[in-house]
């Protein structure tokens, strides 16, 4: 039953109670009736459970007992109750274990309103915004300035209404929202160009072992993904859409996403995508000053405590800081979710971690007592340690840090440029457990003892070098390769690193579901080259910029650097595709008008359509007839919602969703499956 009968039909049955009505009946008391459901109230229980729509709706039978879904009837009475949105009845955004307020309890959660719901995000821009177009007799001057003009059809914009599925309430819209997808316009990209897509590459277990960009929802893209890589990706790094704390509370990508709706967004995306990592697999995500403590809060919430560690860390970002009233902001954060008891060691590079004194600078390393066995020779021939010496006794006394023996061998003692005895950071019984992480240096015609971990060392939780600048290495290494334009991309190096700091194997493969400008593919793409990797990148992302940044950007990447590697891009199929290809094939209005009933049956339209008054009256206005037929074909696409209508793999075989024999075979060879 739809959700407006079933809501009609409740209020039928409540007015038997008059507790519930104002006296003539026209208003329930809302609050009363979630007040009365909590305590189990006999008699408005005993109303709901004697019709049989309602029985199947908001109760269990458990034997010959009928036991009442609490929950799902309140959250079904807030959900419809003003303009579907989940209102004043306890709807704050706090601190809770879901039954007591914090200063009840010291067991702490992030509680939501949208909680318990899916909601699917989708949107073509990054403004999040419905395209539609307006008649204006009259415009102001304000809008004049704006490319506005009187008496004509001028493109306008409006905020998307985001839809919130329950998983209970609305469980078959949420099937059909995560079935897999069927999958359209594939392209192989290479360092030479485009390609035609003949062959998915698979390693010997079965797994997809190619680069891939898919255009679509993430949520979708994520639960498509599920069967051919549950249990597979290393790592999960994502740059999400921020807060930034301006008018409405919202974040870049849409205006109408509160707060509670971004924790919505972002847990929704977190549960899919947790069951796509291996058992000792990551997930880094990047967030600003405005959700920070947020996202940490739902971070541990989403990810049991007991098989994962969180850590916060710091990036100095923009190291020239942004203009504000009392505080210029340098950084951002990243949380690493990390499996837990695990230590992470990566090979080292002089780029990576400059190897550190072996002497000990301290303020009492001038006393031998302070550590009586870490002063001793360390014996270097022909530029390499060969050696060490037994610990020196308190008479004996070097005259300088490198003394050279007969045999051409030179013991090196720690002693600084000012010859007062300092120690080795370690005693002579324990240097040989780390002697292979110990290297020799001259400088300034001296040798030097450094430590560089051969196996890898700890990273630390604040990033602050120059490679890190987001301006620098970000924005301008974007714009050097393409001409499209993108906002905030991260530096190439903070992806590099982060990817360094957990991955260990050269063949691990690497998700990103925020894709943006495709800094994490352009990332593994260079790792690659420079160690002779095979690691892979799975790139999701749903604005329109996948073809004018993303993609361009990862190609260029391959094309500037000579790599032989490629990707593959596709895109979730929509449904509203073939009625996009009709439009544009219609040769007349007379076309279009026709197509239009069509239209407003089979497909899914924007929500701020007026069809009757479309069709009655908008088409046959003078003012829209006499437009061009490209500027009528226009209008008619922007009627269609672009955001929704992705067709299932299961259907994908229909004529009317027009997806063509070979994208139904690749869609089939992706999911290792026949049609």
Known sequence: ????????????????????????KTELNQTLLLDLVENIDEKVIDLLLQEKDLREKFFVKIKDIYVFKTNDFRFFMEENKVDNSYTDYKNRIGLTDGKKFLKDTNDVVLDFPYKDCVLEGGQSNEEGEDVYFEYDETVTKAQEKQGLKAGTYNQKTAKRKEIFFNSVLAHDEIDRLFDHKALTNWKRFTKDGEQEVKEIERDEDGTIKENLIIKGNNLLALHSLKKQFAGKVKLIYIDPPYNTGGTGDTFTYNNYFKLSTWLTFMKNRFECAKELLKEDGSIVVAIDKYMQEYLGILVKETFDQNKFEVNCIVVQHNPTGTQGNNFSYTHEFAYFITPANTTYLTSVSNEDAAPASFRDWGKETSKRESAKTCFYPIYVKEDKIIGFGDVCSKSFHPESANIIRNDGVIEVYPIDSHGVERKWRFGRDTVESISNELICKKIKGEYVIQRAKKDGYRWKTVWTDEKYNANIYGTKEVNQMIDGRFSYPKSLYTVKDCIKAIIHEKSDIILDYHAGSGTTAHAVLELNKEDSGNRKFIMIEQMDYINTVTCPRV?????????????????????????????????SLEELETFFDEMYERYFLNYNLKIKEFKEKVLQEENFRSLSLDEQKKIFVAMLDNNQMYVNKTEMADRKFGIDKKDQNLTSKFYNSEK
Do not use: C, G, H, P
């Not at 407006?4 to 003539?24: G, S, T």
């Not at 929509?574 to 219609?586: D, R, V, Y």
């Open 555 to 587: 190609q260029k990447v391959m094309e500037k650097e000579n790599i032989d590697d490629s990707f593959i891009y596709f895109e979730l199929a929509k449904w509203n595709e073939t009625a996009k290809e009709k439009i544009q094939e219609a040769k």
């Open 1 to 24: 039953m739809e959700q407006a009968k079933l809501k009609q039909l409740i209020l039928k049955v409540l007015k038997k109670d008059e507790r519930l009505w104002n006296e003539d």
